[in-house]
């Protein structure tokens, strides 16, 4: 079979900026433990990282299977509030650009199935994805590159005219290191930060003319 484009996204801060619920979700349940985080803390030692990795940023040294089940109590609290979310400027657009010129797209997370699942159902955009790749139900999760070999493998994506969505320095660095040329969306990190770890750009939503150039000379004009 002929491998194609593909378009593989992130979710949190890429299909819908999550970022203000999770900061909420993750200050309620850190309380009991006296900790706080700023927005700017959060986005340093908690986004785009994976549940193990935050765990043990929080507690360092002393990880109890108490603080591990905060986590479990976190994304509960954020299932409770997902009804609220809506998708980031031009997204929708551009799924809809995607079916017209069968160019199939993929969920490449770091969030929990039962997450994935919600928020593709709140946003109503859940028939629009033919994956949806969870990493911590692989070997390894982002920053790896395993999610996005896998997502891309799963959609017979050609590596050379496919394009990859992420808002964050540890999911660039996945989807970059996998060889995708990455699209950094600037909800919670600058332009500047995301093409550090190897995003082409930067984009503030989906609406950039830059972003539907590119789409015109790397996929559009090469769709067979």
């Known amino acids: 079979m002929t491998a194609k484009p593909c378009l593989l996204f ?3 801060g890429t299909l819908s900026d999550t970022d203000a619920l999770h900061h ?4 309620r349940v850190l309380e009991p433990f006296d900790i706080h985080l700023d927005f700017d803390a959060y986005r340093t030692q908690i986004l785009g990282k994976s549940n193990s990795e935050i765990v043990a940023g929080l507690f360092p040294g ?3 299977d108490e603080h591990e089940r905060l986590i479990d109590h976190k ?3 954020f ?6 979310l809506a ?4 997204l929708v657009e551009l799924l809809r650009w995607t079916r017209a010129q069968g160019v199939p797209c993929g969920i490449v997370t770091n969030a929990p199935r ?3 699942e919600l928020t593709l159902a709140a946003l109503g955009l859940g028939d629009y994805f033919q994956t949806v790749v969870i990493g911590h139900e692989l070997p390894n999760p982002k920053p790896h590159p395993m999610p996005y070999a896998t997502g891309l493998a799963s959609l017979n994506g050609d590596i050379d005219r496919s394009l990859a969505f992420e808002d964050s320095p540890t999911g660039v660095t996945s989807a970059a290191t996998a060889g995708l040329k990455t699209i950094g969306l600037t909800t919670s990190f600058s332009e500047e930060a995301l093409q550090g770890k190897g995003a082409f750009i930067g984009i503030k939503d989906y609406t950039d003319a ?8 790397r996929v559009l004009a090469k769709v067979a």
Not at 79 to 84: G, I, P
Not at 87 to 90: A, E, K, R, T, Y
Request: aromatic share 6%.
């Open 79 to 84: 299932r409770e509030m997902a009804e609220t």
């Open 24 to 27: 909420v979700a993750f200050n």
């Open 10 to 12: 992130d979710m949190d």
């Open 62 to 64: 002393k990880v109890t």
């Open 114 to 116: 039962e997450n994935a």
């Open 87 to 90: 998708p980031i400027d031009g």
């Open 75 to 77: 994304e509960a609290l």
């Open 210 to 217: 830059r972003l539907w150039r590119l789409l015109e000379e």
